[in-house]
């Protein structure tokens, strides 16, 4: 009789973990944000099908990437110094486990093109809270970039008119 009840928690648990993969599937191959882990030698290890739409890299191709490939110089330099910094962190025994650090970068497609992003990162952890890889979000930004480009000229024209104005300008506010 032991060995029917063993076997059947043995098919709910597997069901019960199949749905839920099944859960995570759905998220990460819907997603429009790239989502992505490395191992803490700064080795790709997954990639969500959206990378192919932001990188034109297949998911293959993504994987054998290093991390200098993907990035422009200051990009990897920006990234090299997050990740330091965040690894002396966890030398603090009152560290955030939870936290999560947003960067500005610039990835190169497989084109050559330059794309920009904001990466959002933290680590993943054993069941002993100590960090065993990274969980990536990345985002392309282009649009975004675009429209604070035109924000700062036409600030930049706003304030070259003001500041060259033959006449007095006075900027008030009414109540």
Same mark, same amino acid.
């Given at each position: 009789?032991?060995?029917?009840?063993?076997?059947?928690?043995?098919?709910?648990?597997?069901?019960?973990?199949?749905?839920?993969?099944?859960?995570?599937?759905?998220?990460?191959?819907?997603?429009?944000?790239?989502?992505?882990?490395?191992?803490?030698?700064?080795?790709?290890?997954?990639?969500?099908?959206?990378?192919?739409? #932001?990188?034109?890299? $297949?998911? !293959?191709?993504? =994987?054998?990437?290093?991390?200098? @490939?993907? &990035?422009?110089?200051?990009?990897?330099?920006?990234? #090299?110094?997050?990740? $330091?910094? !965040?690894?002396? =962190?966890?030398?603090?025994?009152? @560290?955030? &486990?939870?936290?999560?650090?947003?960067?500005?970068?610039?990835?190169?497609?497989?084109?050559?093109?330059?794309?920009?992003?904001?990466?959002?990162?933290?680590?993943?952890?054993?069941?002993?809270?100590?960090?065993?890889?990274?969980?990536?979000?990345?985002?392309?930004?282009?649009?975004?970039?675009?429209?604070?480009?035109?924000?700062?000229?036409?600030?930049?024209?706003?304030?070259?008119?003001?500041?060259?104005?033959?006449?007095?300008?006075?900027?008030?506010?009414?109540?």
């Amino acid at each position: 009789m032991g060995a029917v009840t063993d076997l059947t928690n043995r098919k709910r648990v597997e069901n019960d973990i199949l749905q839920s993969e099944q859960k995570y599937r759905v998220v990460t191959e819907n997603a429009s944000d790239v989502i992505w882990t490395m191992d803490l030698n700064l080795r790709f290890t997954y990639f969500s099908p959206s990378n192919k739409k #932001l990188t034109g890299y $297949t998911t !293959e191709k993504a =994987l054998k990437i290093t991390l200098d @490939k993907l &990035l422009t110089p200051e990009s990897m330099e920006l990234a #090299l110094q997050t990740f $330091t910094a !965040e690894m002396q =962190l966890e030398n603090n025994p009152e @560290k955030d &486990l939870s936290r999560s650090v947003t960067l500005e970068l610039n990835e190169i497609r497989v084109d050559g093109s330059i794309v920009p992003v904001e990466v959002r990162i933290c680590f993943i952890r054993d069941s002993h809270d100590n960090p065993i890889g990274i969980l990536g979000i990345t985002r392309d930004i282009t649009e975004r970039k675009k429209h604070e480009y035109i924000l700062k000229k036409s600030e930049e024209k706003f304030i070259k008119a003001f500041k060259s104005s033959p006449v007095a300008i006075a900027i008030s506010r009414l109540s």
